[in-house]
């Protein structure tokens, strides 16, 4: 498995910013309003970065050879889980970043400033999820001089020549 880039994610960012926020101004100038958003993305987005941080932390007692639940077979998808995390995070808050950014540059009312703030804390919690989605990421890489990776395999057979 490669490892996430962090120019990929920035650009997966930026991308969704801009698709969110010219979709956002579609639908404000053709309906007049914007959808309202609610907590609940904040709330999701940190649940899943506490739920991947847990199981990340489980995985460096694993490769630390200390008592954990975790097995190889887990530690692989919480390595799985961990690039999601990094893209899916990136890519939700460019989301909200492009809500954010068009709460900003319209004119002020009740409903911007709302938008704006659910927007903002909505895209803080997105930007948590993706950065802990890096770090678990880097715990669960293998390294060529680990343990598991060298001594992996049967021994060679007995007449073999080395």
Do not use: K, N
């Amino acid at each position: 498995m490669r490892r996430v880039r962090r120019t990929s994610a920035l650009a997966v960012f930026l991308a969704a910013a801009v698709a969110g926020w010219a979709l956002s101004d579609l639908v404000l100038r053709h309906r007049g309003s914007v959808p309202v958003l609610t907590p609940w993305g904040a709330v999701a987005a940190l649940v899943i970065s506490g739920a991947v941080l847990v199981c990340g932390l489980a995985v460096r007692r694993l490769r630390s050879r200390e008592r954990t639940w975790m097995t190889p077979t887990a530690a692989a998808t919480t390595a799985a889980a961990a690039q999601a995390s990094a893209l899916v995070g990136a890519v939700v808050g460019g989301v909200y970043a492009g809500q954010l950014l068009l709460a900003l540059l319209s004119p002020s009312s009740p409903a911007m400033s709302h938008l704006a703030w659910m927007a903002a804390a909505c895209l803080l919690a997105c930007l948590l999820w993706s950065v802990v989605g890096f770090l678990v990421e880097h715990w669960c890489v293998i390294s060529d001089d680990d343990d598991d990776a060298q001594g992996s395999g049967p021994p060679p057979p007995s007449g073999a020549a080395a």
